[in-house]
């Protein structure tokens, strides 16, 4: 059955949804309001506002007598944050957020790379299935699962022993500062462990951002004499860095904010997580938190300035 | 004459699809040569066989006397301009040009010098500090090519560069392609499915289908005189004359060609030949009216020119043409 119309304008929908899909079409800033104002509202007020009541906190005191909160402006929380402990409980979590960022990079490029140019099919489905897989299970799950992994008698120690290698985790683990009683207990287990959970987060991005990148301009460069290194150098990463900066943001802030897994792998030494964790917890000194839970906040805005001074969204 | 590019016997399979099958042919050195065809018909296989994106599945290559199977692309004094330009979009116009030379080590003043001569060459002074998304299609066209040339390749392919380009600039990138291959003296091989840009630039065209060379020769002798009935088809829009036609005109073949343009709507005069049919359909093209008159239930296409008057659809004509520009050709 064929319908003809008898005039140009077909006639109205008397339906509210009709009406409505009129009124949207005739004014459609107010569909947008529509669609982004509840989102907008919930980060702009909910989100936004209590990191604002937040960082306020860090500019009050604890009153060390009471332990009550004295609301007065005063830059002493910050003086105690910059106490000799606590930088050092910055720099340990800085230095590792850097490390766990470089390294997971440095593995999911690779990765990354092969599952833009090369998968295809049911290959590309099983990268996908294979990233995602371990963000099925419990984060918690994975991580005491890691702590016997990396156990003195876990299986990696047993492997080491069986290829004869187990002078090699040895002299590792004896090493200062990486080292320790085994992998479960050292910071190079916390290395691990970091690595593997933040992983999916640093592939999917750059891998993106790779699929983004025509093939041709790969062939471009080797065209007019780029060998692969150079065609790396001068177009590949350059053109997948907002990629590797979006997957960087991850892995660094995730690992800048965990408190979980240094808790169960690692020295008893503590992180900015931890830090937070235990001074609004046991200590209820907020104000130090506060305070604590500024210093990602810093760094971050620190880093994506650098990354943009450094050009690494001109590709976008 | 130095041989620029050798194909000697040249397949390339992808699995079970012979894209180029059993390819022979031989570019001279400062000649412009075009491939041209039907898309997957071969060509881009061909050029990016040249460039070294592709090798052989089996053949030989040589470009300037040397073994190029084997070859990466970077080691290889051949550059190309993309179908769509591949301009790398996070470096500036000026930067894209002087690519080729920064890899290569050159300093940055003399490589800055001749990337800025290069793109004055393409008529593009100044433009060094945009980047690749700020220009038109026709002045992202002339950087790729200026990138290309800035190296000074021993051969320059180009892989439908004006494609996706309007009529009006297409015609004028022809003509500068055309004088710049003079100047310069560069072997340019052009792939292109366009036969009025290929027979009207290069010196020697090579007709592609399915993998294979149908005919290679000079623009005049492929357009008059098809080998192959894809030739006739391909090229210009040939009539195409069955067996049982040419038998009536006295000609021993399997098929003939006739060009639309060869043929007038007249009685013969002396020693032409002649047939006789009813005009079936006629379309205005500008300097000519397309005719298509039915003879026995073949169509044949006559080119009359705009001022001679058209006959009505339906009414009975006599063509001719003369016997010479009647060509036999092959089945195929």
């Known amino acids: 059955m064929t319908i003809v119309a008898e005039t140009f304008v077909l006639p109205e929908r008397r339906s509210p949804a009709g009406r409505l899909s009129d009124f949207f079409w005739r004014h459609p800033h107010v569909l947008l309001t529509v669609l982004l104002g509840p989102p907008l509202l919930w980060l702009g007020v909910v989100y936004l506002g209590s990191l604002f009541a937040l960082l306020l906190q860090s500019f009050f005191s604890i009153d060390e007598f009471s332990g009550l909160i004295n609301y007065e402006f ?79 008698e876990g299986i990696l120690t047993w492997i080491f022993e069986k290829l004869n290698l187990l002078w090699l985790l040895d002299a590792w683990l004896a090493l200062p500062i990486v080292g320790g009683n085994s992998l479960s207990v050292s910071y190079t287990g916390t290395f691990i462990v970091f690595v593997y959970v933040w992983m999916p987060f640093m592939i999917l991005p750059i891998q993106a951002a790779l699929e983004r990148v025509p093939a041709n301009l790969i062939e471009a460069s ?34 800048l904010g965990d408190y979980i897994i240094p808790q169960i792998i690692g020295s008893s030494r503590l992180f900015i997580g931890q830090a937070v964790y235990a001074q609004q917890g046991t200590a209820g000194n907020i104000p130090l938190a506060a305070a604590f839970t500024v210093v990602p906040i810093v760094i971050m805005g620190a880093y994506l300035w650098m990354a943009k001074r450094m050009g690494a969204f001109d590709a976008l | 004459m130095t041989t620029a590019v050798l194909f000697d016997n040249i397949s390339r399979h992808f699995g079970a699809v012979r894209a180029v099958d059993r390819v022979n042919l031989s570019i001279a050195e400062g000649e412009f040569f075009a491939m041209l065809g039907p898309s997957g018909s071969g060509k881009t296989t061909c050029l990016r066989l040249m460039a070294g994106f592709e090798q052989p599945t089996a053949g030989h290559i040589e470009i300037f006397g040397e073994t190029a199977e084997g070859v990466p692309p970077y080691r290889r004094s051949v550059n190309t301009v993309f179908q769509d330009y591949a301009l790398f979009p996070h470096l500036s116009i000026l930067d894209n040009v002087a690519y080729g030379l920064m890899v290569k080590g050159i300093g940055r003043e003399e490589r800055r010098k001749a990337a800025e001569d290069a793109l004055a060459m393409v008529k593009l002074p100044g ?5 690749p998304g700020q220009l038109s299609g026709g002045q992202r066209q002339r950087v790729a090519l200026a990138r290309a040339l800035v190296n000074k390749p021993k051969v320059l392919l180009l892989d439908e560069p004006l494609g996706a380009l309007d009529l009006k600039l297409r015609e004028q990138m022809q003509e500068e392609l055309k004088s710049l291959q003079k100047s310069l003296g ?51 829009s040939s009539n195409v004359l069955t067996a049982k036609l040419c038998q009536r005109l006295g000609l021993q073949a399997s098929f003939a060609s006739l060009r639309p343009e060869a043929v007038a709507i007249a009685p013969a005069a002396d020693g032409a030949l002649s047939l006789s049919g009813t005009v079936a359909g ?34 009975p004509v006599t063509i001719s043409f003369a016997a010479r520009d009647l060509h036999p050709m092959e089945d195929a």
């Open chain 1, 74 to 152: 005063t830059l002493a929380t910050y003086r105690q944050l910059l106490s000799e402990a606590n930088l050092d409980i910055i720099l340990r979590t800085v230095s590792m957020a850097a490390l766990v960022t470089l390294f997971s990079a440095f593995i999911a490029f690779p990765i990354a790379y092969y599952a833009a140019r090369y998968a295809r099919g049911k290959w590309k489905a099983l990268f996908y299935l294979a990233v995602m897989l371990p963000l099925w299970s419990s984060y918690l799950v994975k991580v005491y699962a890691w702590k016997l992994i990396l156990a003195k």
């Open chain 1, 222 to 255: 080797s065209d007019l004499g780029g060998t692969p290194a150079q065609t790396f150098r001068h177009v590949l990463f350059p053109l997948a860095l907002p990629g590797v900066v979006a997957g960087s943001i991850f892995t660094f802030s995730l690992t």
């Open chain 2, 127 to 131: 433009y060094g500090t945009r980047r």
């Open chain 2, 186 to 236: 560069i072997t340019f091989v052009f792939v292109t499915h366009d036969q009025g840009e290929a027979l009207s630039m290069a010196d020697r065209v090579a007709v592609f289908n399915e993998g294979r060379i149908q005919q290679l020769g000079r623009p005049e002798d492929v357009y008059n005189q098809p080998k192959t009935r894809f030739v006739a088809d391909f090229v210009g």
């Open chain 2, 282 to 315: 006629r379309s205005f093209l500008g300097a000519t009216n397309r005719i298509v008159v039915d003879v026995d239930g073949n169509r044949i296409a006559v080119a009359s020119p705009a001022a001679h008057s058209v006959p009505a659809i339906g009414s």
